[in-house]
């Protein structure tokens, strides 16, 4: 069966403090997986997709990686206006569609 | 520019009343999804269009009743709902069917409130 786990469920950085979140999934025939931002009361904000095992993409103080396994969100020096849920989605097995994971909810305190 | 428009952005509704949320996207894309959304949940797919044609309808009850008027636009009728459909309703758009790699975009969201 296809699953996807976010951790940690809820994370409180300083400002400025490093960190990574983390998206394991368990999806055969991975075709790719998204990133996304969600802000209280709003729609998902897409971020990246990412398609193979080593691929890496960034934007700002965000940078997504991607394993066989897992994607890992890295962010550097965040800021207040980082503090939302992100979500991370594989996509693909044997439904073939978004598999949403519970997301992890970051708060950066100033 | 990736937009897709919600309206309307809040909704309270009866039991027994009829009404309808709307999408709209200029941006060229081919299919279009309905997600619900609860309070600390993901979002849970509902329906896709696919070139303006239902292509997956994911059990959902016949209380909702989704409807493509063409490429640009999405509806969504709703009809008998119960307290536990108040959710986050988000519309999403992508070129081509995810199926297919490519990203979808959200709207900002219906918020549905059923009394």
């Known amino acids: 069966e296809d699953q996807v786990t976010q951790s940690p469920e809820a994370l409180r950085l300083q400002e400025g403090e490093s960190s990574s979140l983390n998206c394991s999934y368990t999806?055969?025939?991975?075709?790719?997986l998204f990133w996304y931002r969600q802000d209280p009361g709003k729609g998902p904000e897409f971020l990246f997709t990412?398609?193979?095992a080593g691929e890496e993409k960034e934007k700002e103080r965000l940078k997504a990686t991607l394993t066989k396994k897992e994607s890992f969100l890295h962010i550097t020096a965040p800021k207040p206006e980082d503090s939302a849920t992100y979500l991370c989605?594989?996509?693909?097995?044997?439904?073939?569609?978004?598999?949403f994971g519970t997301g992890t909810l970051l708060a950066v305190q100033p | 520019d990736t937009e897709v428009t919600q309206t309307p952005k809040h909704l309270v509704m009866g039991m027994t009343n009829k009404k309808s949320l709307k999408c709209e996207q200029h941006?060229?894309?081919?299919?279009m999804y309905w997600y619900k959304q609860k309070a600390k949940k993901p979002p849970e797919l509902m329906f896709v269009?696919?070139?303006?044609?239902?292509?997956i309808n994911e059990s959902v009850p016949s209380r909702f009743s989704p409807e493509c008027p063409n490429s640009s636009l999405l509806n969504l009728h709703l009809h008998a709902l119960q307290p536990e459909d108040s959710a986050l309703y988000l519309c999403?758009?992508?070129?081509?069917?995810?199926?297919?790699?490519?990203?979808?975009?959200f709207g900002e969201g219906s918020w549905l409130t059923v009394v």
């Open positions: 990412l398609y193979s």
């Open positions: 999806v055969s025939g991975l075709r790719g």
């Open positions: 989605a594989p996509y693909g097995g044997a439904t073939n569609k978004l598999i």
């Open positions: 999403a758009s992508s070129q081509v069917r995810t199926t297919d790699g490519d990203t979808i975009y």
């Open positions: 941006m060229g894309h081919r299919a």
């Open positions: 269009y696919s070139y303006e044609k239902l292509s």
